[in-house]
């Protein structure tokens, strides 16, 4: 293999390894502008999308020892990796491929998974992660808040009781 393409294979292993995620995506027929505009929403979610050859994705993927086999990698394909929340990235992608049908999930590459186009679907129908973090807290809080509750109830429970005992005793006077 010659030095450039080993050097370009060095790279896109790079990419992988230091992302969160790997989308594969389809965007054959789509126009500059229309690819600018995508890279622009996934820039702004923090990241990046290159268009690569198949074969090199293939050979990256190798060497990372992982089993790309299931996904239809064919004519063009273009990565989209970063880092953070990749709910909202795969939010960003189907969105866009609601408004332009060129552009389509192939699958990804996540947590030593293979990931299908389905299960980038999947991905994007999540809550971002912030709203998953405050029902994880909402649920780590239950617990306790149901112990204070059940806590306060007996003691007023028992204060209405010294109350009434109050008001009787007073009423007899």
Known sequence: MRSEKQFLLQQIVGMIQDSDYAYFVSYDGLKVAEFSELRNSLAAQGASCHV????????????????LSTLNLTLGTAMVYGKGDCSAVAKTLVEFGKKNEKVAAKGGYMDNAVLSPADV??????????????????????????LVSVLNAKAASILNVLNAYKDKVENQQ
């Open 121 to 146: 679907s999947g991905l994007a129908d999540l809550p971002s992660k912030e709203v998953l973090q405050a029902m994880l807290l909402g649920v780590l809080q239950a617990p306790s808040r149901n």
């Open 52 to 67: 690569l050859k198949n074969t090199m994705i293939k050979l990256a993927a190798q060497e990372l020892n992982v089993d």
